[in-house]
């Protein structure tokens, strides 16, 4: 008797500490693409974050991400007394080193920190970020030249946290003129519609009317296990960006091509032609049959991703058990059953993906096909 309770016990145990375990960030790939998972804003000890910068790559170690890209300010040091920071390339040169050989890529970058406009913005794979900022004491070299010179180096560009309540005492995002300037001059391609905890309608609609990519960042400054309480089964937001390799290139080619979505809780957000697909490559049909002697089908739907998808029913049929929202919980298998009025199959049944953003209050949509067995 206590012997099966303590094997009871321990298996109790065991399965919590798994699913703590299993915080990595996971979506399947897409037809055509790897869907990497990408952290490309945090900060260090090297502007004002708290930590130096081998725990941002243990950190990622743990969330199974792909890449990420630490960007402190460039023109905020808060820390310079005790570390003086003179090579702004230091904190990503200490990243890549204790890094070793983990597959996880890290990306250089810096934060332009300047008052609105621009704002903040996010400068990612140039080759040296002491060229963006003057040095302590120097007159600050002018945000547009900032712009160019990260172009020349061949980086990529964007806004960040446009909605910040200390510059947009609102929450509000206004796409200015300067910030106009720069996307017509080629010279920003991205803007943050998940920043830290917050979303950002506006930031969504100036990103669609200005073609730029969409971007979900942590912005993370102390730790990802306490600000986003990971082991309660939160996660850091995160963009995916679908790659034609698993490369630093590859990542780069991704963004320039705008096929990013923004994970942030549990709603994706980014276009139709990269969210549709995500969303096909991780539900999928696992199976179907009749519940013996009735017309009624049961389906059996796959979920190989993070997501808990919302789905509400916008096909011909009715569901025989559930109302017309279902749920489809992350990595599992869920059931639901179809009253099908005897007709042929293969059924198409089309469904609302509630979790999912294209444009605010725009979901997309999503049809499954389902054949029975027999
Ligand atoms: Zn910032
Ligand atoms: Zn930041």
Redesign the pocket.
Known sequence: MYRILIILISLAVSSRVQAQQNRAIEFPDVPGYYTLACDL?MHTVFSDGSVWPNIRVQEAHRDGLDAIAITD?LEYQPHRHDIPNPDRNRAFDVAVNSNGDHPLIVIPGS?I?RSMPP??A?AIFITDANALVAPVGEEAIDAREVFEEVARQGGFAFW??PA?TSQRSDGVAVLENMHRELIDADLLHGIEVV?QFTYSDEALEIALANNLAIIGTS?IHGLVDWDFEVAQGGHRPVTLVLAEERTAEGIHEGLRARRTIAWHRNTLIGRESEIVPLINASITVAGAEFRGGTSILEVQLENHSDARFILRNTSEWTFHEDIDILEVSPHTTTTFSLKTLEQETPYLISFEVMNAITAPNTHPEITLTVTTND
């Open positions: 804003h300010h934060e920190t704002g903040h996010n960040n946290h910040w920043n912005d």
